[in-house]
């Protein structure tokens, strides 16, 4: 259900004449708790996702195709070796890690990147293990049945029983004509949907679309159009995503299995140049409604869901960055984790925020990149008393 009670703006400045990332940051007022931006480190080029490491690492994908490592406050001078090539073009380049939830026992480092193939490229998973600040062993265990120019998808999460799950876009596909042919309706590919695997790529048992002639059995849920983030709820284990509509329509969905979220036969966006109507309906039967929408579009990015004691009032809240809107979204929860109640605007105008993760110190991490490609970094969301 879409529920807008109320969008709260929550970027008021205190001081107005410094810098949020100055070196005495702004205190910024929201919802239960003021806070204040952090600059934690610089010198990244398009940072894209960030991860921790048991002992205190933090691993940052650059877009160009590098993995850094943050230690003990400080960016290491070299990128991690051992990646794989990427096709860094456009939309294209390194995007998630994420470690193994068994990491400290078997050093598995998952990546995504979009592949370079003779005909283009796709959305690829690999996976190696991570030792003396190297990547060694490194397989490719998923490459997509997705080809297109853009809309890669490429987030990454796993749940609590231990499957993968990752995000593919339609690749930019034209939705024109019969809606309902268009390839993110087709489950002979990879186009629009979210994927579910074992640890090593393989096909859980399971999943729903297992021996179903031309439909894919990776496929868990279809009908997305560009999906940008991606969590599990830490209290309900729900797995929620946030994907790109068109000219407006941003989307919050809770995904559940053998689902179609309906693009393009739904939604609420328009077409880019003419402002035209792309959707048969913003609704219909057989078809799943999202749990929140952005109108105006805030080009949805990282996704994450807060449970640390840092921010004890914002606990259960999703957070969603923002790319073109250059914001960070909170919205807060009903009682059932379900629905969401309220919007409220977090950390408006500092950059195109690509990722937002919670640390193991329980503050909230930034990932502020733009499309130049110009040197930007990692920033930290403190509560102020």
């Known amino acids: 259900m879409i529920r807008s009670l109320l969008k709260l703006a929550g970027t ?3 001081v107005a004449a410094a810098s ?55 960016l290491l001078p070299e990128a ?14 390194l995007f998630e890690v994420l470690p193994h939830p068994d990491f400290e026992s078997n050093r598995w480092v998952y990546l995504t990147f979009s592949k370079p193939e003779a005909d283009g490229s796709t959305t690829a998973i ?21 080809q297109g120019r853009g809309h890669y998808g490429g987030k990454l999460a796993f749940d609590n029983d231990g499957y993968l799950y990752l995000t593919l876009g339609d690749r930019m596909a034209p939705s024109t004509g019969d809606l309902s042919a268009h390839p993110a309706q087709d489950l002979s590919n990879h186009q629009g949907v979210i994927v579910r695997l074992n640890e090593d790529g393989s096909v859980p048992d399971d999943n729903p679309y297992v021996g179903g002639g031309d439909q894919l059995p ?16 830490p209290m309900t284990g729900d797995l929620w995503m946030t994907e790109h509509g068109p000219n407006g329509g941003d989307e919050l969905n809770r995904i559940q299995p053998e689902t179609n979220y309906g693009w393009p036969v739904i939604g609420y966006g328009v077409n880019y140049v003419s402002g035209t109507p792309i959707h048969e309906s913003i609704s219909r039967m057989g078809f799943e409604d999202p749990a929140w929408v952005w109108v105006p579009s805030i080009a949805t990015s990282g996704l994450m869901i807060y449970d640390g004691d840092v921010f004890p009032e914002w606990r259960g809240s999703i957070f969603a960055g923002g790319l073109a809107g250059e914001q960070l979204a909170r919205l807060h929860m009903d009682e059932s984790y379900t629905e969401v109640i309220l919007e409220e605007t977090l950390a408006y105008g500092m950059g195109r925020i690509r990722d937002v993760r919670q640390g193991p110190d329980g ?23």
Do not use: C
């Not at 100055?22 to 960030?50: C, I, K, T």
């Not at 991690?80 to 380049?93: A, D, N």
């Not at 990776?218 to 983030?229: K, T």
């Open 12 to 14: 008021t400045l205190l």
């Open 20 to 74: 949020a990332v100055s070196a005495q940051p702004d205190m910024y007022y929201a919802s239960h708790h003021n806070y204040r931006v952090v600059p934690v480190v610089d010198g990244l080029v398009q940072p894209w996702s960030m991860a921790w490491l048991p002992n205190g690492d933090m691993l940052v994908t650059e877009k160009p195709g590098r993995l850094r490592i943050v230690r003990d406050g400080q």
């Open 80 to 93: 991690v070796p051992g990646t794989p090539e990427v096709y860094y073009e456009g939309q294209g380049g």
């Open 126 to 146: 690999v996976r190696g293990r991570l030792e003396n600040d190297r990547l060694s062993n490194v397989v490719q265990i998923f490459a997509a049945s997705a």
């Open 218 to 233: 990776e496929v868990w849920s279809y009908g997305h159009r560009s999906p940008q983030g991606l969590a599990v709820h």
């Open 363 to 385: 503050y909230i991490y930034l990932a502020i990149s733009d499309r130049t490609g110009e040197p930007t970094g990692l920033y930290r969301m403190e509560p102020v008393d």
